[in-house]
């Protein structure tokens, strides 16, 4: 049935509250595995003490961090599915409600675009001033319309890269480079265990896109051999939940390939989510 401009924003506004808020059951019990399985007394404290921390933030109904994150959407569209302009503007209106009710952490920049880069132009005091970076769009497979928001935090987006890798007709040689990425972008985030994000494109705009696409499709308890391989090669490293060594510096790997042109190049983005990414809801509308 085709929602109500109301139904649609307040569905919206509880899937991005939802976003900020929890973690989803495979993640958790990712981390009752890696809890489990973690032979490092202090890496096991920090993973207990995260996931406590989620598990807090869900019965509030509060945000998992501090950095509450940047909204990213993903609208996949069904068979008979309608989106018009007005749906867009109602996505957009639940979104801001969904800020201003987590609440998220004022931080939207405001003023001309020199005011915006060397932040002059002053904070937004609204929740509602960060503004969502724009949407996905992609066709549904079952047939249902839904919305996937992704709440994106500030220390991925420094750690993570977006580059050329000359595959040299070898999955393998990109696979290395993915993981010695990696390698440095867990150690240097701090805030782990990561999840690392993968897309593989033809440009930086697909493999930005097919990153972001992993996130809403991948789940912990599901895992291609390409990304146990490179969970399990930058594990070896021991950088350990919030650098402190350990068996767990990364819970899963979510990859999506896209399609790839005959060229001697792939181009790869890597986000290294953090312990509290993907922080992820998904709702029907
Ligand atoms: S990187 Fe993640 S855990 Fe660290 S401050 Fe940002 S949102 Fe929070």
């Keep these: 049935m085709i929602k109500s401009y109301e139904e649609t924003v307040a569905l919206v506004r509880d899937c991005l509250v939802r976003a900020g808020s929890t973690f989803r059951e495979d993640k958790k019990d990712a981390y009752r595995r890696a809890i489990a399985a973690e032979e490092n007394p202090q890496a096991k404290w920090v993973l207990e003490t995260i996931l406590e921390n989620a598990e807090a933030a869900q019965e509030a109904c509060s945000p998992l961090c501090d950095d509450s994150g940047i909204p990213h959407l993903l609208l996949e569209v069904g068979d008979d599915g309608a989106v018009s302009g007005k749906t867009l503007d109602a996505i957009r209106e639940g979104v801001a409600e969904g800020l201003r009710a987590l609440p998220g952490r004022p931080m939207g920049i405001m003023g001309d675009d020199s005011h915006r880069i060397d932040q002059s132009g002053g904070l937004s005091p609204d929740s509602a001033g960060v503004e969502p970076a724009p949407i996905l769009l992609r066709c549904s497979k079952d047939g249902?319309?839904?919305?996937?928001?992704?709440?994106?935090?500030?220390?991925?987006?420094?750690?993570?890269?977006?580059?050329?890798?000359?595959?040299?007709?070898?999955?393998?040689?990109?696979?290395?480079?993915?993981?010695?990425?990696?390698?440095?972008?867990?150690?240097?985030?701090?805030?782990?265990?990561?999840?690392?994000?993968?897309?593989?494109?033809?440009?930086?705009?697909?493999?930005?896109?097919?990153?972001?696409?992993?996130?809403?499709?991948?789940?912990?308890?599901?895992?291609?051999?390409?990304?146990?391989?490179?969970?399990?090669?930058?594990?070896?490293?021991?950088?350990?939940?919030?650098?402190?060594?350990?068996?767990?510096?990364?819970?899963?790997?979510?990859?999506?390939?896209?399609?790839?042109?005959?060229?001697?190049?792939?181009?790869?983005?890597l986000r290294p989510a953090c312990c509290f990414e993907p922080r992820i809801a998904t709702v029907e509308l």
């Design 144 to 269: 249902v319309t839904r919305l996937h928001i992704l709440m994106f935090g500030g220390g991925p987006a420094i750690r993570g890269r977006t580059y050329r890798v000359f595959h040299k007709h070898s999955t393998q040689v990109v696979l290395d480079e993915i993981v010695s990425w990696a390698r440095e972008m867990v150690a240097q985030l701090g805030c782990s265990p990561c999840t690392l994000a993968v897309g593989v494109g033809r440009s930086h705009f697909e493999a930005a896109s097919m990153m972001l696409q992993a996130q809403a499709d991948g789940r912990y308890d599901v895992q291609s051999d390409m990304e146990r391989e490179i969970t399990d090669r930058v594990n070896a490293a021991d950088i350990g939940p919030l650098g402190l060594h350990g068996n767990t510096s990364v819970l899963a790997t979510f990859m999506k390939v896209g399609p790839q042109r005959a060229s001697g190049v792939r181009i790869v983005c």
